[in-house]
């Protein structure tokens, strides 16, 4: 009688410790890396100021509560990155714009992941017309620059945060299918997934089960590094008045604003700016950081 070949418990137990084996040698190499650990820390302090903003100043209170009194007062105890045109407290605004920028940043790489991985492990592994399709789509969005495929769509659906969040998200799709691709067709034709194939397994469950947990390394590496340019791309369309709309704070939107001032008045431009560019250095440091920890060359 022909007996189904079965993977043994033990086998699963020893594959998952050298899963986690591996994971744990990542972050010691990272904890070797002064830069990641350091952007690390750097955004740890920008993602706790967006959290605790309400505590730290009272959104209605403080955010938009207009003072002309201090209309374009300069940094000061009271103040400390001065105010904006409005006498409205800049820093107050800038730790709640935290909040809009940092969310639509990291969903929109969410909901980018989440296409990219469909798109990119369909397209990998059943090959043919299949992969012939999505690579020809997947194409045609790469010769658009990816700012100006978003101004398109929220010109066309308007500026509401889930037309903003999938705008920034379709910039990342290309890049992420065809890195999940790439990984896919590596790891397809070997002996684990063979194996699961004979004895049954459907596709849903090889891919999702045997070949996605197996490619995320590389994946993880672009994610970290796309989640800065989706923040950029949020405030460029907020700077170009095509984001969040006003009063509500972000730091595209507080930018462009003060950019009337910007001779005359250099702290409106400066610290808005500044978030931007540490927070941007900050997740290229973490992205660096984990590429160097993840990739197995690197290994010593």
């Known amino acids: ?24 040698e990542a972050w010691i190499r990272m904890r070797r890396n002064r830069a990641s650990i350091l952007g690390m820390v750097i955004l740890g302090v920008i993602v706790l ?16 509560k207009v003072d002309m009194t201090l209309r374009l007062a300069p940094p000061s105890l009271a103040h400390i990155f001065g105010c904006d045109e409005l006498g409205r407290d800049l820093f107050a605004r800038i730790i709640h714009g935290a909040r809009i920028s940092l969310t639509i940043g990291f969903v929109s790489e969410v909901v980018a ?19 012939n399709v999505i690579m020809r789509c997947m194409d045609v969005f790469m010769a658009i620059p990816s ?30 299918s065809r890195v999940v691709r790439a990984q896919v067709m590596s790891i397809k034709g070997q002996e684990y997934v063979e194996a699961a194939r004979a004895l049954g397994a459907s596709n849903f469950t090889i891919i999702t089960r045997y070949i996605i947990p197996n490619i995320m390394s590389p994946i993880i590496v672009q994610v970290a590094l796309d ?10 369309l907020s700077y170009l008045g095509l984001g969040v709309s006003a009063p509500t704070p972000e730091w595209g ?38 590429r160097d920890a993840l990739d197995p060359k690197m290994k010593r």
């Open 1 to 24: 009688m022909a007996r189904t070949a079965a993977v043994s418990p033990g086998a699963e137990l020893a594959s998952d410790s050298r899963k986690k084996g591996l994971w744990r």
């Open 49 to 64: 100021l967006a959290i605790f903003a309400d505590v730290i100043a009272d959104y209605d209170g403080v955010v938009t």
């Open 113 to 131: 992941l989440t296409l990219g991985m469909f798109l990119g492990a369909a397209s990998g592994y059943f090959g043919g017309k299949i992969d």
């Open 147 to 176: 700012l100006l495929l978003s101004i398109a769509m929220v010109t066309a659906f308007g500026n509401g945060t889930p037309v903003l969040i999938l705008a920034v998200a379709v910039g990342s799709v290309p890049s992420l």
């Open 227 to 236: 989640i800065a340019g989706a923040i950029m791309t949020i405030s460029s």
């Open 253 to 290: 939107s507080i930018l462009s604003a003060g950019q009337t001032y910007i001779r005359d008045v250099w702290h409106i431009t400066v610290f808005p700016g500044l978030m931007i560019v540490i927070t941007v250095i900050a997740l290229n440091m973490i992205g660096d950081g984990l």
